[in-house]
């Protein structure tokens, strides 16, 4: 059973640096993808980065700039280096991966991570 495991949330100032990583657990045939998204109080869940298995990356317009998304292929892990935070990055910040193990195509999500912005 593939898990992911997401670390690196935590309380920062506006203006300041977080960088939360996401690790899976092997048994990974085929990594499709990988990416955060996050849910703030009252909101519904929205996509923050993607990165695809080949490198590709997207954002969402709120992030472009600030937020960088990486991935070690080698390793099965997702990076998300966020910079100029602000109180509107105040979310529960979650790992999402599409992955093929063992002849199943399936999307994992991690547990969550809270990141809180104060001004």
């Known amino acids: 059973q593939v898990q992911l495991v997401e670390s690196g949330g935590g309380l920062v100032q506006a203006g300041g640096s977080l960088r939360l990583s996401c690790a899976t657990n092997?048994?990974?045939?085929?990594?499709?993808?990988m990416a955060w998204y996050r849910q703030a109080p009252g909101k519904p869940r929205e996509s923050v980065a993607i990165?695809?298995?080949?490198?590709?990356?997207n954002y969402a317009d709120s992030v472009k700039g600030r937020f960088t998304i990486s991935m070690d292929n080698a390793k099965y892990t997702v990076s998300l280096e966020m910079n100029s935070l602000n109180v509107e990055d105040t979310a529960v910040y979650y790992c999402?991966?599409?992955?093929?193990?063992?002849?199943?195509?399936?999307?994992?999500w991690g547990q969550g991570t809270q990141v809180t912005v104060s001004s």
């Open positions: 999402n991966a599409r992955i093929t193990s063992w002849g199943k195509d399936r999307i994992y």
């Open positions: 092997g048994g990974i045939s085929i990594l499709h993808h």
């Open positions: 990165i695809t298995g080949n490198g590709n990356t």
